[in-house]
């Protein structure tokens, strides 16, 4: 799975999300200023499909993913919010992600993240969810 907001722009300009429609005629007060991505405190799991099922954590592509649960920071709930144009996701909450048929959908907010799992298991078909392993 690509970068999030890496995926081609909606518009049909074929350029990424983060470089064309993303912040477009959006003023953003500094306080809140996501030119500078924070990713601290940010948890991801990634979702794979049955075909990942034996695949070793340390051999599987983790770009293969069907889709991303990922609890917010307040980066990640702001930028979410700017996207969707709706003030929905707070910093803790989890959230689905994933691409269908070339476009990037977002579930709504859960409090848990066995709640967000299961919807990822229902929408995009994962069976099993990995996180990053840490390299030393």
Sequence with gaps: MREPLSIPCSCGSGKPLKHCCLFKNQKIPDEQNVDIPDYNGVTVFYGFTKEYAKVSPFEIDFELACCQVIQANPYLANL??????????????????????????????YSEPDDAMDIAKEKFGAIRFLQLPEIF
């Design 80 to 109: 979410h919010n700017q996207m969707i144009q709706f003030n929905m996701l707070k910093p803790g909450d989890w959230f689905v992600m994933g691409e269908e048929a070339g476009q990037m959908k977002f579930s709504f907010r």
